[in-house]
């Protein structure tokens, strides 16, 4: 016996990915719908073998569907994720909306599991932000063998955590360099992406930090421990998929960096590669289409009595946001549900 599953957003970047995982895994469905706006209605998405057509996100009715998976803008999901919520239907969201509200859950199941079990208290689950979500696969099994005091993170972000118009632009600003009589001047982005790093990504803050690098301190705190103090530079590059993280670590307690080696080999979710040789690290494009997250370049901090350095990368449309929600999807059916 499955599971009857609504995907919603699943003409999108993230919520086609959803349907792809779900399939590759083998996620037990009893019966699966892809809902999308009604501008979308009647469009052609693929679930393995299968095609599905979309559904009318405005006139669906979530009664007797055991989960739904948000892909959607927080204004879209405020506007419906309630009244899936309300009919019983458990929502798995990607958007920011909920995330920071104490009664739900914020989960990466290799690093909080355990926290599957708040769900009922508004029957929605939270999904982290993609650059939260690789990093805090990686901190969470040093922080249990030696107590992270203090985090500095700077992120790679490739465009396409800005979704399909971020893609497009860099795609079409890359050919105009290559045609003097082309010009494709900065519309999604702030600046020139083609061959450019922007640091800026969401909103600006009040403090000078930007709303991405507030989220990776907030999630962090909330998922892993509210005592890990947390500084982060969120830039975005000129790749389309994958994103990148140079992370700086200050443990209260020594941690040798082949220790550490050998912990990340075995903490779940995590693919080590890391040989001092050239080649012997990940880059996004080599994470593109894995579940894995990469890990290399481990060493220890010289200007710290307690510090290592390591280098994360992890396929932002996967772990970063459609893959998460699908293993937080198989967390509730095992764990809550249980009948697949």
């Keep these: 016996m499955g599971y009857r599953v609504a995907v919603v957003g699943a003409t999108g ?27 979308s209605l009647g469009t052609e998405i693929s679930f393995g073998d299968k095609t599905l057509k979309c559904k009318d996100l405005d006139t669906f009715d979530f009664t007797g569907w055991d989960m739904a998976l948000f892909a959607v803008g927080s204004d879209a999901t405020k506007k419906y994720a309630p009244g899936a919520a309300k009919a019983g239907c458990v929502v798995i969201d990607n958007s920011s909306l909920y995330r920071y509200e104490s009664d739900v859950p914020l ?76 010009d494709v001047p900065p519309n999604k982005f702030t600046k020139q992406i083609a061959f450019n790093v922007i640091p800026h990504i969401d909103v600006f803050m009040e403090d000078g930090s930007t709303k991405e690098e507030w989220k990776m301190v907030a999630e962090t705190k909330k998922i892993v421990d509210t005592k890990i103090k947390v500084t982060a530079t969120c830039v975005r590059v000129p790749v389309f998929v994958g994103h990148s993280e140079a992370i700086n670590i200050e443990f209260e307690d020594h941690l040798d960096e082949d220790e550490a080696r050998d912990i990340l080999r075995e903490a779940p979710g995590i693919m080590v590669i890391d040989k001092r040789e050239d080649g012997g690290y990940v880059t996004p494009i080599e994470c593109v289409g894995d579940f894995a997250t990469f890990i290399s370049r481990i060493r220890q901090d010289s ?5 290592l350095n ?24 095992r764990e809550v549900l249980k009948k697949g």
């Excluded at 970047?13 to 501008?39: C, H, K, T, W, Y």
């Excluded at 500095?152 to 795609?171: I, R």
């Excluded at 200007?303 to 510090?307: A, I």
């Design 107 to 182: 989960i990466v199941p290799e690093v909080n599991p355990e926290a599957i079990h708040d769900y009922a208290k508004r029957n929605i689950i939270a999904n982290p932000n993609c650059s939260t979500a690789q990093m805090v696969v990686a901190l969470k099994p040093l922080h249990d063998r030696a107590t992270i005091k203090r985090v500095v993170v700077s992120t790679y972000q490739s465009v396409s955590g800005a979704g399909k118009e971020g893609a497009d632009e860099l795609w079409d600003q890359t050919k105009s360099i290559y045609n003097p009589t082309s």
């Design 13 to 39: 970047n993230v919520g086609r990915e959803m349907l792809n995982i779900l399939a590759e895994r083998q996620f037990p469905v009893d019966e699966i719908v892809a809902l999308a706006s009604r501008r």
């Design 303 to 307: 200007t710290l009595d307690n510090g």
């Design 310 to 333: 390591l280098w994360c990368v992890s396929d932002n449309l996967r772990k970063g946001a459609a893959l998460n929600a699908v293993q937080i999807a198989e967390l509730l059916g």
